[in-house]
């Protein structure tokens, strides 16, 4: 069986993230989709409540599980039997940094491979931080995310509902 992991924060989980996992999904015979919990960042959601929310969007997906991690993507990785790591790219500078990732995830664990999945040209501004900030500010991010993820931002920011 080939497994792969799709790890990353998804606070809060967009259609772009969507995007790589339906492209992952083809390639894979399981994809495990790792919300890291890493206490050097702030994120709005809680850990949990990102694991909520991708379930949530992610139901009737086969072959799709999700949990959460911590440490190193390639320890996860090898916990899980992932051949591969999956990551999405948007932009040029989404490259390099993946790329510098995926060659110290390879110096770490040789027998795991990063798989680069490009996003959907309508995917390409999406970011969950230009995302939240937009949220914050009352704006209409309902294009870049699914109902589940407004929903709980707008909860989060004290907004009311939009009709």
């Keep these: 069986m080939r497994t792969a ?11 772009g993230h969507l995007d790589i996992l339906d492209r992952a999904i083809p390639i894979f015979d399981r994809v495990i989709v790792g919300v890291l919990a890493n206490p050097s960042k702030e994120p709005l959601f809680t850990v ?31 916990a899980a039997g992932a051949i591969a790591i999956v990551r999405g790219l948007r932009v040029l500078s989404d490259f390099e940094s993946e790329f ?31 995302i939240k900030e937009v949220c914050r500010l009352g704006g209409d ?14 909860r989060k920011f004290g907004l009311e509902q939009r009709s």
């Design 5 to 15: 992991v799709y790890p990353g924060s998804f606070d809060p989980v967009t259609f």
């Design 48 to 78: 949990q409540e990102r694991i909520e929310l991708l379930r949530t969007v992610i139901e009737g997906k086969a072959n799709v599980e999700v949990t959460s991690f911590d440490g190193l993507t390639v320890d996860f990785a090898q």
């Design 100 to 130: 510098q990732m995926a060659l110290m995830n390879r110096r770490l664990n040789p027998s795991v491979n990063t798989v680069f999945l490009m996003t959907s040209f309508s995917n390409v501004f999406v970011s969950s931080s230009i």
């Design 141 to 154: 991010v309902s294009e870049a995310v699914p109902p589940a993820s407004v929903d709980a931002m707008r």
